[in-house]
């Protein structure tokens, strides 16, 4: 909560998390839109492996916030942790920025990326809830505007990089394209941390109660010590693809026993609620295997078998750089967002709105059309190659599943388990989010191309042939949920008989 009363007001506050939450995005998305090219193009890995070390990372993105919060709630601080973690970020590009060809040099940075992320994802959202909690009307825009922070972000990002990679490549040579390109991403993160600094005081009342104490040198001795020591074991388990899917399992292992113990030891009355959380957990971790493909199959399929071009009606009007695709996402996220929150409302004025468990159903089936498409406009590709537009309307149906799954996981969490319980329970969300993302990666490796391969009529057939599987999957998914509803259904009604519901939590993904 608020620490005392607000000198400033609530508008300049967040504007300052705002703007470094949307620096950041900058930093990580134009990271990542390049991170699976790069592995293959210059350090010379191959797709299958390439893809798996990235998959490894991302998993580990997503389980160090966890830790972060912790950190943030009762070690050094919301702000400071929060701070700390935009710095690590900016280090980790920089060490990317250097022009080496070491896979070592690789692991190592993206290592430093995943601790920096871990400090500053979870702290950057709870400033936001300080500073309005307790105003329920202005936290629901609050949160819809800082989600557009991270598109907005992502979006400029996505676009800029692999402009940057190709200008700079091509008059000053691939190796310096490449570091350039990744440097924008610490220069975008630097900018965020210097605009930080004229604006901290708008944040100075807003924080955990360890904002408001001294730093303490053991405690900063021992975070610095166990960060580095995190940076070389995340560093180990990228470079031995062994030991990432060790860890990936048994951490699969462990949340489905901590699961099973809480059910089990719970009362009577919050076992419904836990069931139902466990349900649509499982249910999230199938969609992340989808949302994997992005930064992976899908941004190997423009790279070979996409019509760079967008034409309409014969008339040319402008080219792609493959990379750039992912950004779709992002767009057709800003477009429909305001169109379902619209919907929402209207349902929910005349009380209609659709269960999580429904809309979780409804995403299965937008998922599952969105990689029929791409199936769908391989029927018309010419010499292997399928139109621009075909990834447009892939990435939009795929984009509305992700606002249906994705943009609800917290808010299961919040709903169904019990507020003892809610903050171990978002971490447990995290890590799962984690486990599917490296999943993700070892589907995507289902369209490896042979070496002997290199016609883009015989690469669209193998990537088609996993999107259709894909699409089948998701078709089956999607039944499942269908037919799990009036469980659904009765497990929420049994938890509704015992719990006051509580308002809706808003999610963004990492």
Not at 108 to 117: D, F, K, T
Not at 160 to 184: K, L, N, Q, S
Request: aromatic share 12%; glycine share 10%.
């Amino acid at each position: 909560m608020a620490i005392q009363n607000p000198p400033v007001s609530q508008t300049r506050s967040f504007s300052t998390v705002f703007l470094i939450e949307m620096w950041e995005r900058f930093g990580f998305y134009g990271m990542q839109v390049l991170m699976v090219t790069y592995m293959m193009k210059k350090l010379g890995f191959v797709d299958t492996k390439a893809n798996l070390v990235w998959g490894a990372a991302a998993a580990l993105i997503y389980a160090t916030p966890a830790i972060g919060g912790w950190v943030g709630d009762k070690l050094i601080g919301t702000r400071r942790t929060m701070v700390t973690g935009a710095v690590v970020l900016a280090l980790g590009y920089m060490m990317l920025w250097i022009p080496s060809d070491n896979p070592t040099l690789l692991y190592c940075a993206l290592g430093v990326i995943i601790v920096g992320n871990g400090f500053f994802k979870p702290n950057a959202g709870n400033l936001v809830r300080k500073i309005y909690e307790g105003d329920d009307v202005r936290i629901d825009s609050a949160f819809t505007i800082y989600y557009m922070a991270v598109n907005v972000g992502s979006m400029v990002s996505m676009t800029a990089t692999p402009w940057i990679r190709d200008y700079v490549g091509a008059h000053y040579g691939d190796a310096m394209g490449w570091h350039t390109a990744f440097g924008a991403c610490a220069v975008g993160l630097a900018l965020g941390l210097a605009n930080y600094s004229l604006m901290h005081r708008t944040l100075a009342h807003i924080g955990s109660p360890a904002d408001e104490q001294p730093l303490r040198m053991n405690r900063v001795l021992a975070l610095f010590g166990a960060s580095l020591v995190l940076v070389f074991v995340s560093a180990f388990i990228l470079q031995s693809l062994l030991a990432a899917k060790i860890c990936v399992y048994l951490a699969g292992i462990v949340i489905l026993g901590i699961f099973v113990h809480l059910i089990r030891n719970a009362e009577q009355s919050e076992r419904a609620g836990l069931i139902a959380a466990l349900v649509l957990t499982v249910q999230t971790i199938f969609f992340f295997i989808f949302y994997a493909q992005m930064a992976t199959s899908l941004n190997l399929f423009a790279q070979k078998n996409v019509n760079l071009s967008f034409d309409v009606f014969g008339q040319h009007l402008f080219n792609w750089i493959p990379e750039q695709y992912q950004n779709l996402n992002a767009i057709w996220i800003v477009l429909l967002s305001p169109v379902l929150v619209a919907i929402y409302n209207s349902l929910g004025r005349v009380g209609k709105d659709p269960s999580v468990a429904a809309k979780f159903a409804l995403g299965f089936a937008a998922v599952a059309l969105g990689f029929f498409m791409y199936g769908f406009g391989a029927l018309s590709a010419v010499d292997g190659q399928v139109s621009s537009w075909t990834m447009v309307w892939g990435y939009g149906l795929y984009s509305l599943g992700e606002l249906l799954v994705s943009g609800l996981g917290l808010a299961m969490i919040a709903r169904y388990v019990p507020a003892r319980m809610g903050g171990f329970m978002m971490g447990a969300y995290y890590v799962a989010v984690g486990i599917s993302q490296y999943l993700g990666s070892v589907v995507a490796n289902f369209a490896a191309m042979p070496e002997n391969i290199t016609s883009p009529v015989e690469s669209l057939n193998i990537y088609v042939s996993l999107f259709n599987k894909l699409g089948f999957v998701g078709v089956g998914c999607t039944v499942i949920a269908v037919a799990m509803l009036p469980l659904m259904n009765r497990l929420s009604r049994s938890h509704a008989e015992v719990h006051t519901p509580l308002p809706a939590v808003h999610s963004e993904e990492v």
